[in-house]
């Protein structure tokens, strides 16, 4: 994207304060994980940094269930701007006896849409260790719940949740209102 995403805006709000709405929502304390915190000392959560001198996503689910003191913990991208509240809770009340429970969505896994337990820290960090980072290999290591597509239509028929803004046409695109400003 070429710039921070989560401080992009979306109907006039940013990234960031989207995503922490929905969260509030839900969830009575938040962290966000970056390597900027001063840029983020301003919103109502916990900042922490990356534990470990790792880039990548599997570093910061690390970081984040080091600074925990939930069990289970919603993992969620600062680019997701659709979060549904509905899903996340219902996704929740599946977690009890599961180290993951995430979303599976046309065959693909939606790894930064999903709740993971603490006691996954050693097997995250014994990955990172091997400077394996892809998230996906965790799942291997653990038991998981993948959430269907059935179970997901009941909240996000349009699976918007899913959707995240990794390029500068996806954000084009999101704030678009009209079919002319698509071309």
């Known amino acids: 994207m070429g710039r921070d995403k989560a401080f992009l805006t979306l109907d006039g709000i940013l990234l960031i304060e989207r995503v922490l709405r929905t969260l509030r929502v839900v969830f009575p304390r938040i962290i966000i994980v970056t390597n900027d915190p001063a840029s983020y000392v301003s919103y109502d959560a916990v900042v ?8 990548g996503p599997l570093t910061g689910i690390y970081s984040g269930l080091l600074h925990s003191r939930d069990d289970y913990n919603f993992v969620v991208a600062c680019d997701m701007p659709y979060l549904n509240p509905d899903l996340i809770r219902y996704m929740a009340g599946l977690a ?34 091997r400077d394996a980072r892809q998230i996906r290999g965790i799942y291997g290591e653990a038991r998981v719940h993948y959430v269907t597509e059935t179970e997901i239509d009941r909240y996000d028929p349009e699976r918007r949740s899913f959707k995240n803004l990794n390029t500068p046409e996806e954000y084009k695109e999101a704030t678009c209102l009209d079919l002319e400003c698509r071309s």
């Open 48 to 55: 922490v940094t990356d534990a470990v001198d790792k880039q």
């Open 96 to 129: 009890q006896g599961h180290d993951i429970v995430a979303p599976m969505v046309a065959g693909y896994l939606e790894p930064l849409h999903a709740f993971y337990h603490r006691r996954l820290l050693p097997v995250i960090e014994e990955r990172l260790r």
